[in-house]
């Protein structure tokens, strides 16, 4: 019903910025929220940042805080990532999701029914 397509991960130094994008497609009239969830090798999945759809409220991880900033098109129904001062802990790969019915809060993957399919970042020291 929702088509995510993510875009703008790549390589970058230690201390730099990069910016990712997420375009949304189909039934986009049925998202209450966008969000951001990444992966590192050998680890869960963890929540990164999010943004509501209805009002426009950020949330945001405490190892994220800060540095990076989520944003939104209403328009286009695209939601970006802005990272700054990236470190080599930041580097996974980067998934944006959305979020239909709001069961779970949305620092919970759970909560999210629609997921692109993920831009590797790579952060380097």
């Known amino acids: 019903q929702v088509m995510l397509v993510e875009s703008g991960g790549g390589l970058v130094q230690a201390g730099g910025s990069l910016r990712l994008s997420c375009a949304a497609s189909?039934?986009?009239?049925?998202?209450?929220?966008m969000g951001w969830l990444r992966q590192a090798p050998g680890k869960e999945r963890e929540f990164v940042a999010a943004i509501s759809w209805r009002d426009g409220m950020t949330y945001y991880s405490d190892s994220v805080k800060g540095r990076f900033t989520i944003s939104r098109d209403n328009v286009k129904t695209t939601t970006y990532l802005q990272m700054n001062s990236l470190k080599p802990e930041d580097t996974a790969v980067y998934y944006c999701?959305?979020?239909?019915?709001?069961?779970?809060?949305?620092?919970?993957?759970?909560?999210?029914?629609?997921w692109g399919q993920g831009t590797q970042v790579t952060v380097s020291s």
């Open positions: 189909g039934r986009t009239f049925s998202i209450y929220a």
């Open positions: 999701a959305a979020d239909r019915d709001s069961y779970y809060e949305l620092i919970n993957p759970f909560t999210y029914e629609y």
